[in-house]
């Protein structure tokens, strides 16, 4: 049985669908080049789901319109002119298959993608070279009009492909690769050797370094200064460490000078000038992952750019003194909007580049007083965005407000997630009766409550859900930022050597602990698991800061609560980034959380102070008998574990905030360093985090196990004695 579809929406289809497919491709592809930079400003999901859905819909669209201009051709119901601009139209597709500059691949696993793409080209050049040559013989518009678009339309395509190809972690991994090093001809030196020993003449080797060999780094090429970098030397030196450590991404090793030049360059920097070159840094990584710029910004790439640009131009000029008479005024309105619209895409992505870092980087050789270099310079400037000082003061005015929005390189914020406002918030309704209506009232909302979470869980947004509900951002301020770079500067200082280097890297907590003669607390940290130790001490930080009462009485005690709900966020939203030190942290999540809702459904909570007041009761429960020794180790919960360390925690009384806040920075520490590197990549393109800036900076500061190449350059001689 078909369904009775009026004959007068069956002719608005016929008329609009094409027409309303092609305007809606090119108005995603506005859309994409204005927006997508956004993502890597913001981590709101609203922000981020928009540019995936145009992200998805750009290529849909371009897609269905090649496909109903094929379709149309010959079609007995459509005229001859029509069929004329509808071989016009099709390369456009072409144009805005290949997409805008600003976004090639929406996450890393895009990139992988690359040969379906290829095949795609292929495949969507054939049909538009199909719709192209059925109207051939009998094409009014000039043939060079079209085939100019189908030029530029190619090569748009094709540079996606190619960006998607360089984004691949394979193509990227292996375009870093020097040429393959045997090392010396060791065969041949020990069979000379050899020779000589039996001659019976005294030889032995000797290893001579090689003189000393430039090393790309920042260090080298820029003499190092204490005093604060100019917007210009910002850029310049973030490039130059860009093009050396950006293959930690990928897992490459690096020599230990290539560590010195960098640990140097960063001990003397303050913590503003090491996370302003940090930004900019993580920038081009973001662009050479997510964007075309790896294929744009090379010589060949301006000269793609060139055809490209010069043939829709050329094409426009065209297509105005073409005879138009006998097509319909809108349908010759739309082609105008498609030729222009390929003309401004261009211009906007000019207008991008030039203004870009990459230019920036591009005139390391020119000075900073020419012409050039002052303009750049003072755009720097006029897009520069400072961090507040505290989360009280966050943004001034609506014009600060929108000029961080616009131009800051990542969120600037710290997401927050909370393990007993969460429970509070889940936690079931008591129902003492259900015959009055107000307890059928509850009866029927605990119901429906259930009923929602079987809903969510078994639709798999469950996650999804509980992040818009629950997850808060603070911004990311000026002290906190000081107070993390200065505790992995005071710890880089003395990692003279690879050991204690990663012993610092290794450590979770614990250094922090001996350092401050706290060695009764070591427990709570050397003898459980990592991501046990997250949830105990999120869960300690929250009562000892609930204990003290609403006003906070130092920046430490901030600083505990910020990066405390921050790991959490981490470990429990954000799984993937957390996977290689996470372990079972999922499970002793579900399993804390089971416990402190069954706990707090016990008593009525006052809601203006229930955070509070849950807090008191849980520090109320005697525990003088380890929860273990009682519950067994079925349950994973550390609800009352975290009890236990609290209250030995609040015998440290104000100390306390200045050790635990050490803590935390050591226990992000661990985690920057010991998750994947992909992970952090791809937070690049979803607002950027927190613990990103502090891999590389630990990185930088010569923190890790990336170091292991001792010698470098060496030449061995045989040495023969008379």
Same mark, same amino acid.
């Given at each position: ?32 080049i ?28 371009a ?57 795609g080209?292929? &495949?969507? $050049?054939?049909?538009? %070279? !199909?719709? /192209?040559f059925?109207? *051939? ?6 043939? +060079?009009s079209?085939?100019l ?13 190619r ?10 991994r ?9 090392g ?6 020990m ?40 917007? &210009?030397? $910002?850029?310049?030196? %973030? !490039?130059? /460490?860009?093009?050396? *450590? ?6 490459? +090793? ?66 105005y003194?073409?005879?138009?008479r006998g ?5 010759v ?16 992505? /000019?207008f991008m580049?030039?203004?870009s870092?990459?230019?920036?980087a591009?005139?390391?050789?020119s ?12 755009f ?26 616009l ?20 936690r ?31 639709l ?22 000081n ?27 614990d250094?922090v ?16 698991t990592?991501?046990e130790?997250?949830?105990l001490w999120?869960?300690a ?5 609930n204990?003290e ?33 996470a ?7 579900r ?14 909570l006052?809601?203006e ?9 849980i520090l ?16 994973k ?23 635990m806040s ?26 950027g985090e927190?613990?990103t ?30």
């Open positions: 049985m078909k369904l009775p579809i009026p004959d007068s929406f069956k002719k608005l289809w016929d008329e609009w669908n094409l027409r309303g497919v092609i305007l809606l491709s090119l108005a995603l592809q506005t859309f994409l204005l927006f997508a930079p956004l993502r890597k400003r913001s981590s709101k999901n609203a922000i981020i789901m928009s540019i995936w859905s145009g992200y998805l819909l750009a290529d849909w669209a897609n269905f319109a090649v496909g109903l201009i094929s379709n149309s051709q010959g079609n007995a119901s459509g005229s001859k002119d029509t069929d004329d601009l509808l071989a016009f139209w099709a390369p456009f597709l072409l144009l805005h298959l290949g997409g805008p500059d600003t976004i090639t691949a929406f996450a890393l696993e895009d990139n992988e993608l690359w040969l379906r793409h290829l095949l080209l292929v &495949f969507q $050049v054939a049909a538009a %070279a !199909y719709v /192209f059925q109207s *051939f013989p009998k094409n009014r518009l000039w043939v +060079i079209t085939l678009v189908f030029l530029a339309g190619i090569i748009k395509y094709a540079e996606r492909t960006a998607l190809y360089l984004a691949s972690l394979n193509s990227f292996e375009s870093m690769l020097k040429e393959p090093d045997p010396p001809n060791y065969a041949k030196l069979e000379e050797y050899n020779s000589k020993k039996e001659a019976r003449l005294p030889t032995h080797i000797e290893m001579i370094p090689e003189p000393d060999k430039e090393s790309k780094g920042a260090a080298n090429i820029y003499e190092i200064k204490t005093v604060k970098l100019t917007d &210009f030397e $910002v850029v310049r030196h %973030a !490039y130059d /460490f860009f093009e050396i *450590f950006k293959g930690l991404v990928v897992d490459l +090793i690096f020599s230990f000078r290539e560590r010195n030049d960098s640990r140097e360059f960063f001990l003397k920097r303050d913590a503003e000038d090491a996370f302003r070159v940090i930004e900019v840094e993580l920038n081009f990584i973001y662009e050479v992952l997510f964007t075309k710029v790896a294929v744009v910004h090379c010589k060949l790439g301006y000269f793609f750019r060139f055809v490209s640009f010069s043939s829709v131009v050329a094409a426009s000029a065209l297509f003194v073409q005879e138009k097509f319909h005024k809108f349908e309105g739309i082609t105008y909007t498609l030729l222009l619209g390929a003309i401004a895409l261009d211009l906007i992505a /000019f580049l030039i203004f870092d990459w230019t920036v591009a005139l390391k050789k000075r900073e007083n020419s012409l050039v270099a002052i303009i750049l310079n003072n720097l400037n006029i897009s520069k965005t400072r961090l507040p000082e505290d989360p009280m003061n966050s943004y001034t005015t609506y014009l600060e407000s929108a000029k961080r929005f131009f800051r390189r990542w969120s600037e914020s710290v997401s927050n997630y909370n393990l007993i406002h969460y429970c509070l918030k889940e079931p309704e008591r129902i003492d009766s259900v015959s009055d209506c107000c307890g059928f009232l509850k009866y029927s909302k605990y119901q429906f409550k259930k009923m929602y979470v079987k809903a969510t869980d078994y798999g947004v469950k996650g999804f859900i509980d992040e818009i509900k629950y997850v808060s951002s603070e911004p990311f301020t000026e002290k906190l930022r107070f993390i770079f200065l505790e992995l500067r005071r710890k880089a200082e003395i990692a003279d050597d690879s050991e204690t280097a990663k012993e610092i890297c290794s450590a979770r907590g250094w602990l001996r350092e401050n003669g706290c060695s009764n607390l070591l427990n709570w940290i050397g003898e459980v990592y991501d130790s997250i949830l999120h869960i930080t929250e009562l000892c800061y204990d009462g609403i006003a906070v009485s130092n920046d430490n005690q901030v600083f505990c609560k910020l990066l405390s709900d921050y790991m959490l966020y981490l470990l429990v939203m954000q799984p993937t980034t957390m996977s290689a030190v372990g079972i942290g999922q499970i002793r999540f399993d804390t959380c089971a416990e402190a809702t069954k706990f707090f459904s016990r008593g009525e006052d809601p102070k229930e955070q509070r007041e849950a807090c008191e009761n109320g429960v005697n525990t003088d008998v380890k929860p273990v020794a009682v519950k067994g180790d079925r349950s919960s550390v609800l009352f574990d975290a009890c236990i360390l609290a209250k030995e925690l609040r015998e440290l009384k104000q100390k306390k905030w200045e050790i050490k803590v935390w920075v050591e226990l992000l520490s661990y985690a920057a360093s010991h998750c994947r590197a992909n992970a952090h990549a791809q937070q690049l393109s979803k607002g927190l613990i800036f502090i891999w590389l900076l630990m990185a930088h500061f010569g923190l890790g196990e990336q170091f292991q190449i001792n010698e470098g350059h060496a030449r061995a001689k045989l040495i023969v004695g008379k």
